[in-house]
């Protein structure tokens, strides 16, 4: 991935939902203007759903979304309603598409429901308008919103004519929040003119010929800042330090090299991991330092969920699958039940862990993030992820949470 690419984790994710056979796979056609989704008569055409990532103006980068039908029926339509509930999840903006020759029926309004509950914005599509000759007072009132008289979530269209299709984009648009504290990666942590040393290991693990994704997101951020960033394995960190006049301001390290950079850089030099960064960034670093202190009452036989956001080809000493695994044996000194999951997977049920360490979430967005957070704690389940857990076995935590100063105090964490 180029340094110029929009990462997933950063689009805005546009889903549309509804019944079979209201149009939703030819208004996403419409509206992405080109032929994302595979549009017939037949009900249940879209078996599973289909994502494409694009620029979609005047939004700018998004996922669209084509989901199945919420009615579908029997087994496998079942295993469909469920695969569109999951991808409420990861939705910014739900899409409600209804047939404008009806009024809407009970499973759009548990959609609507299930919406409101989980705090997604939303808008309410009446497709197929070009088919109704006799408007009700409800179709009436949808269209006069088409015309722009009324300032609310819903909108009267036609996929096949493309009636009021910019207009759909313009209301999906307004209809993001912009509301609440805009939080950066490291650039609200760093003044103009300070110098940031990145340290990246270069190991059997690193992908080749690139940086990941947090790595280059920091850099990005660094730069955006007016700051100056310089990057070095650890095998380079000490001769690197002891070139440099004046120090650097802060120092952020792969976890995996946690322990070993800790014992290079002085303590009066701000130290944390980029895992760390993005448990901030995505709105769940609290929970994750409250979470890992449940190491400690690990027992023998206790699961432990170690959880992905995406996938990837597992390298020799993997991060999720042997590194980690291997830090809570040395750590707990137990016999633990280590479970995996990656990708979209993520389970249903958290009951049977008594533990849940998950990766920065760097290709999810925050919304997702939080949603499995809230999955965990729901069920009761104490919930961290692999930069924060890394340094909480290692010692180093406090230490690497005092560049974040309200949190240190809240959270009063001693190494």
């Not at 609200?188 to 040393?197: C, F």
């Not at 070139?243 to 009066?268: E, G, W, Y």
């Not at 939080?370 to 069920?379: F, H, S, T, V």
């Not at 340094?391 to 949470?401: C, D, H, N, T, V």
């Amino acid at each position: 991935m180029g340094l110029n690419d929009t990462p997933s984790g950063e689009r805005l994710r546009i889903s549309f939902f509804g019944k079979r056979n209201v149009g939703k796979s030819s208004l996403v056609n419409a509206v992405t203007d080109q032929e994302l989704a595979v549009v017939s008569d037949t009900l249940g055409t879209t078996t599973d759903p289909v994502s494409k990532a694009m620029e979609l103006l005047p939004l700018g980068p998004v996922v669209i979304t084509d989901t199945p039908g919420f009615d579908d029926s029997g087994e496998l339509g079942e295993l469909r309603v469920r695969k569109t509930k999951q991808i409420l999840n990861k939705t910014d903006i739900a899409v409600l598409v209804t047939d404008a020759t009806r009024k809407l029926d009970d499973s759009e309004k548990e959609l609507i429901d299930i919406f409101n509950q989980k705090a997604i914005p939303y808008v309410i599509v009446k497709n197929k308008v070009d088919l109704v000759t006799d408007y009700d007072e409800e179709n009436r009132e949808i269209l006069l919103q088409a015309d722009n008289r009324e300032p609310v979530n819903a909108i009267a269209v036609s996929a096949m004519k493309k009636t009021n299709i910019n207009e759909l984009k313009e209301l999906i648009g307004r209809s993001v929040s912009t509301d609440g504290p805009s939080v950066r990666l490291v650039g609200d942590i760093i003044e103009p003119g300070q110098l940031v040393v990145l340290v990246i290991p270069i190991d059997e693990s690193a992908p080749k010929g690139r940086l990941i994704l947090p790595q280059q997101q920091a850099i990005r951020d660094i730069l955006e800042s007016g700051a100056f960033s310089i990057s070095t394995r650890e095998t380079e960190l000490a001769e690197l330090l002891g070139k440099m006049n004046p120090k650097p301001d802060l120092v952020i390290t792969d976890s995996q090299a946690f322990q070993i950079v800790s014992t290079i850089v002085p303590r009066d030099i701000k130290l944390t991991s980029f895992s760390i960064l993005m448990a901030r960034y995505k709105g769940f670093l609290d929970t994750a330092v409250m979470g890992a202190r449940a190491i400690d009452s690990l027992k023998d036989g206790d699961r432990v969920l170690i959880s992905e956001g995406c996938t990837h080809h597992r390298q020799c000493g993997d991060i999720g699958t042997v590194k980690i695994p291997g830090f809570l044996k040395q750590k707990t000194g137990k016999e633990l039940e280590i479970v995996t999951s990656s990708g979209a997977e993520f389970p249903e049920d958290l009951s049977s862990y008594s533990l849940i360490i998950h990766c920065g979430g760097c290709m999810l967005t925050s919304r997702e993030m939080i949603y499995r957070m809230k999955c965990a704690e729901d069920a009761g389940v104490p919930f961290t992820n692999y930069g924060v857990a890394i340094a909480y076995m290692k010692g180093i935590l406090g230490r690497s949470i005092e560049v974040f100063p309200d949190l240190s105090e809240k959270i009063n964490m001693k190494d």
